[in-house]
């Protein structure tokens, strides 16, 4: 019995790191842009006083900027998404170190926060805006940030931060009706044409709920790419409508930070999140957010970190991995 379980748990083990190195050989390839995704910058002194998980998508400005100064010290260089679509068609070759830097749902910090350090660095980016000011992403909770004004999204644009399509609502599309997913879609498009005076062409996914018929429905709305909150780096023959990016946790130190842009932490943050797209996929949509909401206001919320889990992942294959020698052991094959 001990063999047959040592056999079980060091095939489990064998079959893990087969995939991991083949993640690993991935994300290592030449040619790998990788894309950041924050959502909301807050003054030092107000972001230990968020609630959970809003510390999460805020982060201080403070650590803002040192990471944007990392990013220019180890050579990166900023792409705009028009500069990786055309990546992506083969049409351009890549500078050193290319990166993406995105923002979700819209808040005004990208303008007052994030815009000055960016600008000042010289570092473009990218700012997927919820179009409905009324959206609970706005509203969530009291400390909440202000859609961006439309006179910002033009000022944005001029100070080298595109503006581009994060749907009306912000609320989950693969849980509507597909003709309430395309207004999403084109509902936003409409408005941000109009404030900007040219033609959006990029959307990402709200919540990173989705299915192969909302992608479609964004390709037929005219968007030419989307991203989404899977991880892992995009390359040359990269699904143009399911492209990968990076969510930078607000409480990321600059190590982690560090490690998430090389290819060892980037495979580690596509497994944490696999897992974590385990729940909403039982749960479903309307059942799995105020059960999250709760999850991460308990104490367990504490745990629900990159840093941790990536802990708890290792302490699993360590326990594992002495089950397995404790099983022979006990049946003598060792």
């Not at 019995?1 to 030449?30: C, D, G, K, N």
């Not at 969510?247 to 190590?255: F, K, R, S």
Request: aromatic share 8%; glycine share 6%; net charge positive.
């Amino acid at each position: 019995m001990f063999e047959s379980l040592a056999a079980w748990i060091l095939a489990a083990l064998a079959v893990a790191a087969t995939a991991l190195l083949r993640l690993y050989l991935q994300e290592r390839a030449p040619g790998r842009v990788p894309v950041l995704l924050y959502h909301r910058l807050v003054e030092d002194a107000l972001y230990p006083r968020l609630p959970r998980p809003e510390n999460i998508f805020s982060i201080p400005e403070s650590r803002f900027r040192e990471q944007m100064d990392f990013l220019v010290r180890s050579g990166y260089s900023t792409l705009s998404c028009s500069e990786l679509e055309q990546h992506l068609d083969g049409r351009t070759l890549l500078p050193p170190r290319p990166l993406l830097i995105t923002f979700d749902d819209g808040s005004e910090s990208v303008f007052s926060r994030a815009l000055p350090i960016l600008r000042d660095r010289g570092l473009k980016a990218t700012v997927f805006v919820t179009t409905d000011t009324d959206s609970w992403v706005f509203h969530e909770h009291p400390r909440s940030q202000r859609r961006l004004a439309e006179q910002e999204m033009r000022q944005l644009e001029t100070g080298g931060v595109a503006v581009e399509s994060h749907g009306v609502s912000h609320r989950a599309l693969n849980s509507m009706p597909e003709d309430n997913a395309r207004d999403e879609m084109l509902g936003s498009k409409r408005f941000l044409d109009a404030v900007l005076g040219r033609s959006v062409s990029y959307f990402a996914i709200p919540l990173n709920y989705y299915s192969p018929r909302i992608l479609e429905v964004a390709r037929q709305a005219g968007y030419r790419l989307v991203f989404t909150s899977d991880n892992g780096t995009n390359r040359f023959g990269s699904d143009r409508r399911r492209l990968r990016r990076f969510i930078v946790e607000g409480n990321a130190t600059l190590q982690e930070f560090a490690r998430l842009l090389t290819p060892w932490g980037m495979v580690q943050r596509r497994v944490i999140a696999d897992l974590k797209r385990l729940p909403p996929k039982l749960f479903g949509y309307r059942v799995w957010m105020p059960l999250r909401r709760l999850l991460y206001q308990s104490p367990l919320g504490l745990l629900l970190t990159p840093r941790h889990l990536r802990r708890l992942l290792l302490a699993v294959a360590v326990l594992l991995l002495a089950a397995a020698v404790f099983s022979l052991l006990a049946s003598g094959g060792l």
